[in-house]
């Protein structure tokens, strides 16, 4: 024990480090596989001995209760929001504003980019996170402390001698997340995210934290309070104290002396926004002398010390010439319209996604209208509405045949996507394998589009299997190819073999069985071969399986083609056997639990941690599948539900009892 002890500490110290490096720093120093060995090895110290558990380790960022409402709490001091300047016109204005209330030219500013996001507070207790609350109203917000643990560049634990204190900051979704949630949103026929502030929004206040956790999120902090007051003299110097403390901070601000370098500011930015990982909305200029903002003080709703400078909306007017079918890995036919290249915010637009017939008919559009698009957060930007009819009119038909293999094309009831189902199709086939190769899922570095563009079309690759049969000297018959980068390609092919079970399965793309679906799968059958033969009942004693998921998965094993691509991945030693972290035995093993109401003794994370540690489940809502509810004082709606399905209702006593008895 206290080996094991020591052993956690330093794994714990570890892990801090290279999410520091990776989240906040944006430089990792080891591969992801090197971090998911440390993180695994101090899982499987902490499942051994749950005692060693601390609530700041890296372990803990998710398995968060999940709860059934939010909490609302008032913030130490109002999360004001800020006056607009939409031209330079009003900033001049405000610049004017300030020279007189102050009485002198001696103030300088600190601008600093307008992250589209949600803002939200976080404090610290004895120099850990305690706590953390959206921005509601201003005055009074939610807690969502569990699910904002989750998000990796949020430090658990800080540096320095601040022990207890506030930040407050944004919370956003960079582009690379907010795209491949809505693709797999539309993968799984749920409605995309309209913008990228959305998605985060969404993603942070959900019930479920292992739900924020597989989002992705970011925080950026931009205030440091103790006592509900800035803790520095000048801004610029909390914003050098919370990056020291190990926050991220924007590096993208700078001091002006004057308002002309903030309009300075304000416009290379304005030029360089799309070269930014995140959605910017604008710039924030902010006097940096904390005396000085309190000498200018506060209108009703806002700082007079501060200004938002808001770049215009990015959309624009322009005509639909045609419409175009693009065909993705699960064979679905996207409308992308073809425009009259039009600049936006500096780039020049020509395509716009349409996603699928009934968007075509909601927006009322036939080929030749005139149409406002918007660029908000996805490459592809979207059409926001028809701007005007066109005098020549032509209705977009879906094609019936495949516009790249000419197989046959299927839309199935209760769906929005018109289907190739020629599983042979070429485009089907790149797709798939840039999804295998892609960060996240399989993180083949150097196999994109220009690479699986050419390994298709030469007929050297005709499943994703066979990247595992390419070797350099077939790679340099290709164009453009040289011996560095075609070993480079080898080398992280042969790395990708190390990936665990739940990545490979994510990377097969079986419908509606992503990243998530993925673990929980390996969790429940240890292997690939389990997977692959279980029945649909069986599927579903997996969690998150219904019979949808089940169906899907079922087939995928079922089709020689794929039963094929299975064995030639495990030929090539793929990783087909998954070591769950999680306790096998106990005398709760196969049980599932859902907890309600409160509990005399235990909190929700003890009781959780304490039913996965007998070997049971735990999980958010009652249903067919769960064996148990124990329910405590105030019970919700989720007693009624157990009642209705006749799921047996047990006191926290009770519970005690089964883990003791059984
Ligand atoms: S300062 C009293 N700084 O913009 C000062 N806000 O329009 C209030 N935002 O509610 C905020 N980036 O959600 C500040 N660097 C930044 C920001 C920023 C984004 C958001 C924030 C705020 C809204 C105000």
């Avoid at 590096?251 to 959605?279: Q, T």
């Avoid at 509606?512 to 579903?540: D, H, K, Y």
């Amino acid at each position: 024990m206290k080996d094991a002890q020591g052993e956690a500490e330093k794994l714990r110290e570890q892990l801090r480090h290279h999410e520091y490096l990776y989240y906040v720093l944006d430089k990792p120093e080891i591969s992801d596989a090197d971090y998911d060995a440390l993180m695994h090895r101090l899982q499987a110290l902490e499942s051994q001995y749950p005692a060693l558990i601390t609530p700041d380790s890296p372990t803990q960022r998710v398995g968060g209760k999940p709860r059934e409402g939010f909490v609302k709490v008032r913030h130490s001091s109002p999360m004001l929001s800020l006056d607009n300047a939409l031209n330079e016109g009003e900033l001049r204005d405000f610049d004017r504003r300030v020279h007189d209330l102050l009485g002198s030219s001696d103030y300088c500013y600190v601008a600093e980019l307008k992250m589209d996001g949600l803002s939200m507070a976080a404090h610290y207790l004895e120099g850990q996170f305690a706590r953390a609350v959206t921005r509601g109203d201003g005055s009074v917000g939610e807690e969502v402390t569990e699910n904002a643990r989750t998000i990796r560049s949020l430090p658990l634990r800080v540096k320095g001698r601040l022990r207890e204190f506030e930040v407050r900051g944004e919370t956003v979704m960079n582009r690379t997340a907010f795209e491949r949630l809505n693709a797999e949103r539309d993968e799984r026929g749920l409605s995309r995210f309209a913008n990228p502030r959305n998605a985060a929004a969404g993603s942070l206040r959900v019930l479920e934290p292992q739900i924020t956790a597989s989002r992705r999120l970011d925080y950026y902090t931009y205030f440091l309070l103790t006592e509900g007051r800035p803790a520095f003299d000048t801004h610029s110097q909390a914003l050098r104290e919370l990056s020291q403390m190990g926050f991220k901070v924007n590096p993208h601000h700078k001091i002006c002396r004057d308002i002309a370098e903030v309009l300075r500011f304000c416009s290379e930015w304005e030029a360089h926004r799309e070269d930014l990982p995140y959605e910017i909305d604008g710039v924030v200029v902010k006097v940096d002398s904390v005396a000085q903002q309190q000498r200018l003080g506060y209108t009703a709703k806002a700082p007079r010390w501060a200004i938002a400078y808001k770049y215009p909306a990015r959309q624009a007017v322009t005509t639909v010439e045609s419409i175009e079918v693009q065909v993705g890995r699960t064979g679905a036919l996207t409308p992308v319209a073809r425009l009259r290249p039009v600049e936006v915010s500096g780039v020049t637009v020509s395509r716009a996604t349409l996603h699928n017939e009934d968007e075509i008919e909601r927006l009322g559009l036939q080929i030749g209208d005139d149409v406002v698009i918007e660029r908000s957060g996805d490459v592809i930007p979207k059409v926001v509405r028809v701007h005007a009819l066109g005098s020549y009119r032509k209705e977009f038909q879906m094609p019936d045949k495949c516009p790249v293999c000419g197989g046959h094309v299927v839309r199935e009831e209760g769906e929005a996507a018109s289907r190739c189902i020629n599983t042979n199709c070429s485009a089907r086939l790149k797709e798939s394998i840039l999804h295998f190769a892609s960060r996240g899922v399989m993180n083949i570095d150097g196999v994109g589009d220009a690479l699986v563009d050419q390994l298709v079309d030469r007929g050297m690759v005709s499943s994703v299997a066979g990247l595992y049969e390419l070797t350099v000297e077939k790679l340099l018959n290709l164009e453009r190819m040289g011996k560095k980068s075609a070993g480079n390609i080898i080398r992280n092919i042969e790395n990708s073999k190390k990936n665990p079970l739940p990545r490979v399965l994510n990377a097969l793309g079986i419908r509606f069985v992503g990243e998530r679906t993925a673990v929980f799968l390996a969790e429940a059958f240890g292997s690939m071969e389990a997977i692959a033969s279980a029945g649909l009942e069986e599927l579903q004693q997996a969690e998150e399986v219904g019979p949808k998921v089940a169906q899907s998965i079922f087939q995928f094993f079922r089709e020689p083609r794929n039963q094929e691509l299975v064995d030639r991945l495990r030929a090539a030693g793929l990783q087909f056997q998954y070591q769950s972290t999680r306790p096998k035995g106990g005398p709760l093993k196969g049980l599932t639990f859902v907890l309600t109401g409160t509990l005399a003794h235990l909190s929700r994370d003890d009781a959780k941690k304490l039913i996965e540690t007998a070997g049971g489940k735990v999980s958010s809502a009652v249903s067919k599948k769960t064996n148990y509810l124990v329910a405590g004082a105030d019970p919700g709606s989720k007693l009624d539900k157990a009642r209705e399905l006749g799921v047996q209702v047990v006191s926290e006593d009770e519970l005690l009892d089964l883990i003791k008895v059984g």
